[in-house]
């Protein structure tokens, strides 16, 4: 082999590994610029998604805070309803303190033994 040849063979290999580190180059670009573009979309689209959960959230409070609102003005309205005045008559005060006392006779009966 000539050295002129063994030159050109050297040279034009060479010039395809530089022709294909230069493509390998240009495609890592294309998929840097490509993950950029697919994170960036990610990003917008987490946001929307974390800008409607917040709303969502903001809504089921006041949706929440309006309902026990509501039922505390319905049980306050109930409250008012009720007599002042006790339930039980004396009768039935003078029953239960009988039934008391003979509870406590039972529960205490052969304590002090």
């Known amino acids: 082999m000539s050295d002129r040849h063994s030159n050109e063979s ?13 493509r ?6 294309q998929c840097r610029t ?6 960036n979309g990610a990003r917008v689209r987490s946001s929307r998604i974390l800008a409607r959960a917040d709303e969502r959230i903001r809504l089921l409070h006041e949706y929440c805070e309006q309902q026990v609102s509501h039922r505390l003005a319905e049980l306050a309205a109930e409250a ?4 002042d ?19 406590a006779e039972e529960m205490t009966a ?3 033994e």
């Open 80 to 83: 008012r309803q009720i007599p």
């Open 10 to 22: 050297v040279e034009g290999a060479i010039t395809r590994v530089l022709e294909a580190e230069g």
């Open 85 to 103: 005045q006790p339930v039980m008559g004396p009768e039935m005060e003078q029953r239960l303190q009988a039934v008391v006392r003979r509870l």
């Open 24 to 29: 390998a180059r240009e495609a890592v670009n």
């Open 110 to 112: 052969g304590v002090a």
């Open 34 to 39: 490509g993950a950029r573009r697919t994170v």
